[in-house]
């Protein structure tokens, strides 16, 4: 019935209106067309109507991912068993059986590699085992870097919980921002970002016994740099004992690169899942999800359901469906809880996720990539992957970095039907037809050092004394041009000399957890006088997006809300104008609700604005207030962002320097109105290259703070002829 399906498009963006859903929907669409394309071209969604006005499915069962156990073994955890003791759980991981010959093979090696089914215990479980035998003793730490600060902080509590400690005490994670640990801590779960910089106080990790480089697999930058300079240290130390976990993937590599350091592998332990396929591709994604969770939930045994969707807001908006129909269809069917899971997710929902399900009901989890492997969620039997992932992507000769929604590695969608199989045989819906696995997914994900920007890396790097980049040991070194450009922006930023030697200033700026571009900003505001506003418009910078919240049932008041934020001016003036209000408010939660805005986050904002404020101490920046001149805040951002400059030309904005089209981002305060020149936070490509967080600026500043930067013809306005003298005249009087 492809009318059908078409109709339901043109009432959602209807009854949604709004530029933003109408943009959401498109990218969306833009996302889920791109993938079967080719087939898409030729033939429509397929829709039957079941449950009155639910729509359903056809899915073809194509293969079987292989068990090895019998799929009559153990049916799914009863009440009982999830009651059972928590040692007897540890007990039962694939990894217990092998515990001695484990100890042993670690006391026996430096490097070991341990390869296992995702699920079998290597986080939580080796960390414990060592902690046991004895490898903390005289103060001595372990630390477990982990890809993500879900991850991390998720596992150390669950692991406090396995030993009956506190977290925090024993037991703890340092993530960027937050550290909970303690003089006790001596089992430490930490991003993989925290341990690097970790290298800068103890550069040869002499009060570590132990390293264990967790879900290395996944390949994130940060886990690529820990690679080279941990064996760097291992080549030279007897201490500390080096351990690389990792899925079921890669790990002939990983041993390799440790001069063939040996694999232990800890065989799996996992049920048949079964495959299915969608006969056509889909076209809408989210809708596609939401029919398949209900096509699951109505006629299908007991047993959790895992949806994978590429981010938050993707999350968000499938979570709202799937509530909305569940609402809808009342008590003709049980219960479904809903729960999502992503990087941001405030930490008491995600501790929602681990709870067991109610009897009767169902769960379902609405998770990113982190549910994938890094994080293990029990009772899932059902598993419905739309085929997507949100990657990030750099462009070296733009300097571009952009992060958009594509088709996964083959590595994902095998990784996301294990998840299925954990406690009992299980099914794995794929929202994609079997002839688009086979031919377009790429066979592993290019590892995130080839797509990502290097400058924070590369200040880190400089900062440890290593200085010959191009010659360090990495499993994949990165692109030339990468470092190439790394190094000119750090130049640029007066972080670097001409010999590629680290400035004063460029130390002072590795310091700050937070990229070279905001930490510019933040030391140069002491000049301009408007220390205070800069440090709270950084800090709401790092939280990423997630101010704001519209529910469904209240988008125009939500947009009122926002709207009554906007100053001229810019969005980083409206985010400043935000924290002011919270903080004139007291700092309170019934402030934000009724704003419309994310109590969370800004709980998360006043966090990092403290320790930020702390870092400045420590590099002896006075904090000034602006007295409300907010022209001085906004020069006070250009000094980091002079290179993230757009120009407004006849129709659209195209950047200063590589004279891209880009376009401001529908949430922006500016969205209606163009300023001739912009500076912007951010690029996301998405449907477009969009600019988040823009801030009006004048074509002078630029010249002003990066002379080395930028020509004064590049920068020429037809109606400023007299910009030139101006210049002379500014710079005087700023000395
Ligand atoms: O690291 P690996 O994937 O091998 O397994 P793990 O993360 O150590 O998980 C082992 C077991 O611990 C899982 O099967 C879950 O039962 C449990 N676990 C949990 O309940 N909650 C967490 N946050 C992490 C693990
Ligand atoms: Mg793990």
């Excluded at 694999?263 to 332990?269: E, S």
């Excluded at 030391?523 to 529910?551: D, H, Q, W």
């Excluded at 996301?684 to 004064?712: D, G, N």
Aim: aromatic letters at 8%; charged letters at 25%.
């Amino acid at each position: 019935q492809p009318a059908r399906a078409v109709d339901l498009v043109e009432e959602e963006s209807g009854a949604r209106g709004g530029e933003q859903r109408r943009w959401e929907e498109a990218r969306l669409g833009a996302a889920s067309l791109k993938f079967g394309a080719r087939d898409a071209a030729s033939q429509e969604p397929k829709y039957q109507l079941v449950l009155e006005e639910e729509e359903t499915m056809e899915f073809v069962r194509a293969t079987q991912l292989r068990g090895d156990e019998e799929p009559s073994a153990p049916p799914a955890p009863t009440q009982a068993q999830q009651k059972e003791s928590i040692q007897a759980v540890r007990r039962s991981l694939p990894v217990f059986p092998f515990r001695e010959e484990l100890l042993a093979a670690i006391a026996n090696h430096q490097v070991l590699i341990i390869e296992g089914e995702t699920g079998s215990g290597k986080t939580t479980q080796i960390p414990q085992y060592l902690f046991e035998e004895g490898y903390t003793r005289k103060g001595m730490k372990i630390a477990c870097p982990q890809p993500g600060r879900v991850a991390a902080m998720s596992v150390a509590a669950r692991v406090a919980r396995e030993m009956g400690v506190k977290l925090g005490s024993e037991v703890g994670y340092s993530i960027r921002f937050e550290d909970c640990t303690s003089e006790r801590t001596v089992l430490r779960y930490m991003t993989d970002g925290m341990l690097l910089r970790e290298f800068l106080s103890e550069p040869d990790l002499a009060s570590c016994s132990v390293v264990m480089v967790d879900e290395a697999h996944e390949r994130t930058l940060h886990t690529d740099i820990l690679f080279g300079l941990i064996k760097d240290v291992a080549r030279f130390r007897p201490e500390p004992k080096v351990l690389v976990a990792s899925a079921t993937l890669d790990t002939a590599r990983f041993s390799a690169f440790f001069d063939d350091a040996p694999i232990f592998r800890i065989p799996g332990r996992r049920f048949p899942v079964d495959i299915f396929y969608t006969k056509a591709p889909e076209a809408d994604c989210l809708e596609a999800c939401v029919v398949s969770v209900l096509q699951i939930h109505v006629p299908q045994p007991p047993g959790d359901i895992l949806v994978f969707l590429p981010g938050r807001e993707e999350i968000g908006a499938a979570c709202e469906m799937l509530q909305d129909r569940c609402r809808r269809l009342g008590s003709k069917i049980r219960e479904l809880l809903v729960l999502p899971i992503y990087a941001n997710l405030p930490s008491d929902m995600q501790a929602r996720i681990s709870q067991p399900t109610p009897p009767g009901a169902r769960k379902v989890v609405v998770a990113t990539n982190i549910a994938e492997t890094s994080l293990t969620i029990e009772g899932i039997i059902y598993v419905v992957d739309p085929g997507f992932c949100k990657q990030k992507s750099y462009n070296p000769r733009t300097g571009m970095e952009s992060l958009t929604v594509t088709p996964c590695s083959k590595a994902s969608p095998n990784q996301r039907a294990g998840r299925a199989g954990r406690v009992a045989a299980g099914k794995c819906f794929r929202l994609y037809t079997a002839w688009a696995y086979q031919h377009e997914l790429e066979e592993t994900t290019v590892p995130e050092i080839h797509r990502t920007s290097l400058g924070n890396v590369v200040l880190l790097l400089k900062s440890l004394g290593i200085h010959d980049l191009m010659h360090l040991d990495f499993l994949d070194p990165p692109p030339y041009e990468t470092l190439l450009l790394a190094l000119e922006q750090l130049y640029a930023l007066g972080a670097l000399n001409p010999l590629g030697e680290l400035t004063t200033s460029g130390r002072k700026r590795a310091e700050p957890p937070v990229d070279p571009m905001l930490s510019k900003m933040i030391l140069a505001s002491e000049k301009y006088g408007c220390s205070e506003e800069t440090l709270t418009g950084a800090a709401m910078l790092s939280v990423n997006n997630s101010i704001f919240y519209r529910p469904k049932d209240k988008v125009v008041h939500a947009d009122n809300a926002r709207v009554n934020f906007f100053l001229p001016g810019g969005d980083h003036l409206v985010l400043l104008n935000v924290y002011t209000q919270w903080a004139e408010s007291g700092y309170s939660s019934q402030w934000c609700y009724e704003n419309f805005v994310q109590f969370r986050s800004m709980r998360r904002a006043r966090d990092v604005r403290e320790q930020l404020e702390g870092l400045l101490e420590r590099v002896e920046v006075g904090l000034s207030p602006c007295q409300g001149d907010y022209i001085r805040v906004r020069k006070a951002i250009t000094p980091g962002y002079f290179s993230h400059t757009a120009r407004w030309t006849r129709s659209a904005y195209r950047t200063v320097k590589q004279q891209q089209t880009v376009f401001i981002h529908p949430n922006s305060s500016h969205f209606e109105e163009q300023p001739r020149w912009l500076l912007y936070h951010e690029l996301v490509l998405t449907t477009k290259e969009f600019m988040r967080q823009v801030l009006e600026i004048e074509s002078i500043w630029l010249l002003e703070v990066a002379p080395h930067y930028y020509k004064a013809k590049e920068l020429e306005d037809p109606h400023a002829k007299k910009m030139s003298k101006k210049i002379g005249k500014t710079r005087e009087e700023l000395g």
